[in-house]
């Protein structure tokens, strides 16, 4: 078997011409949502012809390895109403539940693999046709399901498959039920499908569908895993970008972050999850500022990012409270001591702000707010004429790394700005240098990869000072929320009032070794040059 592509390299076995380049947007529907879906006007407005009903079963192969899903490919053999069908697909990038990837399609005379008619699609001397020659290939799990397809022919010339599947994927005595619907681009503007998701969403509550079926055959192939927290991503901006092209990528993959971590908080108490999401919102509502005065974002959008962030604040502060301020001081105390049933209640306060927030993410309106974000980016917007006003069109295209500059520079000054009024007893003078270190620090992750050699190991030692001066920062801030929200708690718990006094006294211990700390990190601060750009 040819050696594997290192993953930094994940499209580089795409070496031929594509005989099609999907792209997709996936939706969870219930089954009884399912039928009201085809009464929508949508499908009555723009359905060209009668829908298409065909029942689907196909079998997914991969190496004993698993070399396929590795490499985020997929092959499968499908029987269809009109015969026996083999699809690869392989490469592409996926966010908001929006896949583009390359597919290779023809027909076969039955169940089995041919593996040779495909190495002809793919080419024969490309990574693939090498792959396919030397791979030993063997069925892992099936899929079966009824699709109904409708061709909408959308205003603007664009047109749009939507599909409806309901049926399981299977693999030995385990399946997994299907209820989604796939809508297809076949002509015009990615746009589109997020128009067509929209208009569903205003009477139909759907669920955004991150995996695929193939995804979905592997995870009931193996043992079933909880979801993953998904931490940022490392951006990799090049140097001839221009702004707009920068603020897409960083946009992106602040929202990917957003978006990624909706399993793991649907779970209900994945403290990780809930973090690294409300961790992917600051750093878009950070760059989203970082960019106001060329491309400001549209209110309603923004409303949408404030609904969340409501959310996830709350659930996020009491999480902090029960399981890393409280935690320590139960364990020393011991179990059924006043301190722990403090904990205990405090815990169980965070356990119901995540349901409530699990329910939240569950919801239409979460769907809508990715689609939305998603929809500004595909459609640019800022580039029509009633919203022109409001864009710095000579800012828009200048290359990024002068505008990078200016930024790191201008949210440096910033902090240091508010670092000369500090008073360590000024709780918002706190707040307001822990919001600007923060947004600095932001700025400097979304612009590292623009400075290279000796400038990179500068913009690492700045970002670093950043990162100990907001985790130092964030650890008074967390002591003021704590001490607010162990005020609430006494006001509605008065049988907790002592160990809570307790908690509280705990809280403010040692304010003078603070107040060090945070001198000696802003002098770091402030001695630390600014990096350079590279040249």
Request: with cysteine; charged share 25%.
């Amino acid at each position: 078997m040819p050696r594997r592509p290192p993953p930094s390299s994940s499209l580089s076995p795409e070496q031929s011409d594509t005989k099609h380049r999907e792209i997709e947007l996936k939706l969870q529907i219930t089954a009884a949502d399912a039928d009201k879906l085809q009464r929508h006007p949508l499908l009555k407005n723009y359905g060209v012809g009668k829908p298409q009903r065909e029942d689907l079963l196909s079998t997914y192969y991969d190496t004993g390895d698993f070399a396929l899903k590795d490499l985020h490919a997929a092959l499968r053999v499908r029987r269809t109403s009109r015969g026996w069908l083999q699809t690869f697909k392989s490469g592409g990038e996926q966010h908001a539940a929006l896949t583009r990837r390359n597919e290779w399609e023809a027909p076969v005379a039955g169940a089995a693999l041919e593996l040779d008619a495909l190495r002809d699609l793919v080419g024969k001397q490309t990574y693939w046709g090498k792959f396919l020659r030397d791979a030993d290939l063997q069925p892992v799990f099936t899929t079966e399901f009824t699709r109904t397809a409708w061709n909408l022919h959308l205003p603007g010339g664009h047109v749009v498959e939507l599909a409806l599947d309901r049926g399981a994927v299977k693999h030995g005595r385990r399946q997994d039920a299907i209820s989604e619907i796939e809508l297809e681009l076949k002509a015009g503007s990615t746009y589109a499908l997020f128009e067509c998701a929209l208009r569903l969403l205003e009477t139909i509550p759907l669920q955004l569908g991150s995996l695929s079926k193939a995804e979905r055959g592997y995870a009931l192939r193996h043992a079933k895993q909880a979801p993953k927290a998904l931490n940022a991503a490392v951006l990799q901006l090049q140097a001839d970008m221009t702004v707009e092209d920068a603020y897409r990528a960083i946009f992106s993959a602040c929202l990917a972050q957003i978006e990624g971590n909706q399993a793991a908080v649907c779970r209900g108490e994945d403290q990780e999850g809930l973090h690294q999401m409300r961790i992917g919102l600051r750093r878009l509502q950070s760059a989203l500022d970082l960019f106001h005065s060329v491309i400001p974002v549209p209110p309603p959008l923004q409303e949408q990012l404030d609904w969340l962030s409501l959310h996830l604040g709350p659930a996020r502060d009491w999480d902090v409270l029960a399981r890393v301020t409280l935690a320590p001081l139960a364990r020393a105390s011991g179990k059924g001591s006043d301190l722990y049933r403090l904990q205990r209640a405090t815990l169980d306060i965070a356990r119901a702000m995540h349901h409530h927030l699990s329910a939240e993410i569950r919801s239409a309106r979460f769907t809508a707010l990715i689609l939305g974000c998603s929809a500004w980016l595909e459609s640019s917007v800022w580039r029509v004429e009633d919203y022109r006003a409001r864009v710095r069109d000579d800012i828009l295209y200048a290359p990024i790394t002068r505008f990078a500059q200016k930024c790191l520079k201008r949210s440096q000054r910033r902090v240091l700005a508010r670092s000369k009024k500090l008073d360590i007893d000024d709780g918002r003078g706190c707040h307001k240098l822990r919001l600007a270190t923060k947004a600095a620090r932001y700025d400097a992750e979304f612009f590292h990869s623009l400075y290279a050699a000796k400038p990179a190991k500068s913009a690492h030692a700045y970002w670093k000072t950043l990162v100990a001066l907001q985790d130092e920062l964030g650890q008074g801030n967390d002591a003021e929320v704590a001490d607010r929200l162990l005020q609430e708690l006494a006001a509605a718990r008065p049988e907790l009032q002592a160990s809570i006094s307790f908690a509280r006294g705990h809280l403010r211990a040692d304010p003078d070794s603070r107040t060090r700390k945070l001198r000696h990190l802003l002098k770091r601060l402030e001695a630390t040059p600014l990096p350079a750009r590279k040249s």
